[in-house]
């Protein structure tokens, strides 16, 4: 459920932020150009999140 969660929220911000940007900038919005930034985005964010270690870390 997390893996769908991290999808859809980068999808609704990425896309938000494409429309936000592209309206400041006078730029037509691109749909799917948001869709492939927010995929690229989630899924960097699930492999960082993945490749923290969980648990307690020794204290050396």
């Known amino acids: 459920m997390r893996y769908i969660m991290t999808f859809f929220w ?9 429309y936000v940007a592209g309206s400041i900038a006078n730029v037509d919005f691109n749909f799917s150009a ?21 648990g307690e870390v020794a204290d050396h």
């Open 10 to 18: 980068a999808i609704a911000l990425v896309t938000m932020l494409n």
């Open 34 to 54: 948001g869709i492939i930034v927010a995929v690229v985005a989630a899924l960097l964010i699930i492999f960082l999140g993945e490749s923290i270690p969980e």
